[in-house]
């Protein structure tokens, strides 16, 4: 979406500084486990939100993003965010929405931060972060994070191709405008990173694939759970039969992929689950794969209409799940133009620029983005 006519404003960001070819999501690549991977450096394997909704046999709990008492549990969430490191080292940090920033993570919370509400106007946002940098601000923020869903609830709503979605993106081009034209009043160095979660497909309706046409459903109520994704579904049973049973019956299903535990896939990345904080009992014991474009539902009797855009999907085989990457700052080479990156590479450079210590193993790699820096 990205243009001089469309969007002056990134367009003039990217020219200034910073444009990557592409900024990959890992695994799955859904919001929840994006926005986390991006302040943390870990893949959602390591940082443990593995998706919008997923369930812990360990904890007997599920983790829903629309249930308030889990989003704001920290326990459910690893690593250690960028406001978590700020603050832990003297710094302010601030949040105007964010995955994971509402909760109390290894017991920090931003110094001020907000409790999601999509009907939050963006001038009101970008207002709000202005005040946190200003120059007299009593208490002024040395970092910020902050989150516009337009173009995301656009691409659900209508499809990534809509004119919906056109309009939201020159909406928020309009808003961070706004924003830049506040920093530039400021009298001090301020780097501004500009990313998005995810990247969007348009679903084929005809690509449904219903559950309740393989399986018997009944099986997978009580301990037994079904968690679905859209672009792919999360299966959790300690019964070995049951998950064989299950996946020689769903590969019946034309162009969906099952795998169990020991056969997934390297891309999945949940592998890496092995040295996290958290077991491997959160990681589904069988996951099940949409084809591209295609999506999961329960029944044809009890469907959920699929959105009209989805994502969730492989970023390794559908290069549109692909995010944006944007950067400008002093230290920010003009004109810098990356290949697609990880969007886990972009944690352990904010650090830096915060003159903050990495406390623990991460995914991120300092010297990927290292080039385009002075």
């Known amino acids: 979406y990205l243009s001089a ?9 990217a020219q200034r500084g910073l444009l990557a070819e592409g ?16 302040v943390t450096g870990l893949y959602p394997g390591r940082h443990g939100i593995i998706g919008n909704n997923f369930y812990d046999p360990s904890r007997m709990q599920d983790y829903r993003m629309r249930d308030r008492r889990a989003v704001e549990d920290g326990s459910w969430y690893g690593g250690e965010p960028l406001w978590v490191a700020a603050e832990k080292a003297g710094l302010r940090a601030t949040s105007f929405f964010w995955v994971g920033s509402e909760a109390d993570v290894a017991g920090v919370r931003p110094s001020a931060w907000r409790r999601f509400d999509s009907s939050v106007p963006n001038d009101s946002r970008v207002e709000q972060v202005l005040e946190w940098v200003a120059d007299d601000a009593e208490e002024h923020a040395d970092l910020v994070t902050f989150y516009f869903s337009d173009v995301d609830s656009a691409g659900h709503a209508h499809g990534p191709n809509s004119q919906q979605v056109m309009d939201a993106v020159a909406r928020v081009d309009r808003s961070v405008g706004k924003l830049m034209r506040g920093i530039d009043t400021l009298n001090q160095q301020v780097y501004l990173f500009v990313v998005s979660d995810h990247g969007m497909a348009a ?25 679905l994704g859209g672009a792919f579904a999360y299966f959790y049973s300690d019964d070995e ?9 769903l590969g019946r299903a034309e162009s969906l992929r099952v795998y169990l535990r020991d056969e997934f896939p390297p891309e999945l990345g949940f592998a890496r689950s092995e040295v996290a904080k958290f077991d491997r009992a959160r990681i589904p014991n069988m996951i099940a794969l949409a084809p591209a474009q295609g999506y999961i539902n329960i029944s044809r009797s009890q469907q959920r209409k699929p959105p009209k855009g989805a994502h969730g999907y492989l970023p390794s085989e559908l290069s549109n799940m692909n995010g944006l990457l944007l950067a400008q700052g002093p230290r920010i080479k003009p004109g810098s133009r990356p290949p697609a990156i990880d969007n886990v590479h972009v944690y352990p450079w904010i650090m830096e620029l915060l003159s903050l210590p990495v406390a623990g193993p991460i995914d991120g790699d300092l010297t990927v983005l290292a080039p385009y820096f002075r």
């Open 23 to 38: 900024f990959i999501p890992g695994f799955p690549s859904s919001t929840f486990p994006s926005h986390y991977s991006i």
């Open 203 to 227: 679903v084929d309706f005809s690509q449904q694939i219903f559950l309740r046409d393989y399986l018997d459903l009944k099986e997978w109520y009580g301990q037994a759970k079904i968690v």
């Open 5 to 13: 006519e469309l969007t002056p404003n990134l367009y003039g960001i």
């Open 241 to 249: 039969a049951q998950l064989r049973d299950a996946k020689s019956r």
